[in-house]
């Protein structure tokens, strides 16, 4: 099976525009190569031209925009460790305190740590949670304000609930 991605692709025009073929005579047999998959011929022509004024890399340039998320265990552990110190904790409180970002505290919670939205409801009902600490019923729930969470951070509103809860169990 011949490899469409794009920079597969960029290698291919680069390759031909370099032997002199015209970005028309490109596209074409590009299309006949890879049918469905070829890059649009606009995009075929822009990357003619840049190979023709001396660009060499094939893999997209950086841009500006939102960074990507960077996390380590020490990040990981101090999120965890504030959630299990304030139960009521925002993230935009834990990325205060720990000068990181709100996407970033985000991303530690749902991604690293497991904590998922489990309750997004009024308080009345009660929620059960199992031995290792975590909700043992997904469902949608209510809860009632004295209700103890060993392994849960919640966050609350005058209107609304919301519980994390671990859902996939976590190493630090």
């Keep these: 099976m011949m490899d469409s991605s794009r920079s597969a692709q960029r290698a291919v ?5 370099a032997e002199g073929e015209h970005a028309s005579q490109i596209y074409h047999r590009m ?16 990357w003619c031209q840049r190979y023709e004024v001396g660009r060499v890399y094939i893999k997209d ?26 139960s009521r904790i925002s993230t935009r ?30 308080a009345q009902a009660s929620v ?3 031995e290792d600490g975590c909700l043992s019923d997904p469902g949608v729930s209510t809860l009632k304000p004295s ?14 609930v ?4 671990c859902t996939v169990p976590h190493e630090l």
């Excluded at 299309?31 to 822009?46: G, I, N, P, S, W």
């Excluded at 919301?162 to 809860?165: K, L």
């Design 128 to 130: 059960r949670e199992s």
């Design 162 to 165: 919301i519980i994390y809860s």
């Design 93 to 122: 409180e834990i990325a205060v305190e720990l000068s990181i970002s709100k996407g970033t505290v985000h991303h530690i919670i749902h991604k690293k740590l497991g904590y998922g939205k489990v309750c997004i409801v009024g």
């Design 13 to 17: 025009i680069q390759f031909l525009r």
């Design 147 to 160: 209700t103890p969470f060993l392994r849960s951070g919640i966050s609350v509103s005058m209107s609304m």
């Design 61 to 86: 340039l950086p841009r500006p925009g939102q960074a990507h998320v960077v996390t380590n265990n020490a990040k990981i552990s101090a999120v965890d460790e504030l959630m299990q110190q304030n």
């Design 31 to 46: 299309k006949e190569v890879y049918e469905e998959q070829c890059l649009a011929r606009c995009t075929t022509f822009r």
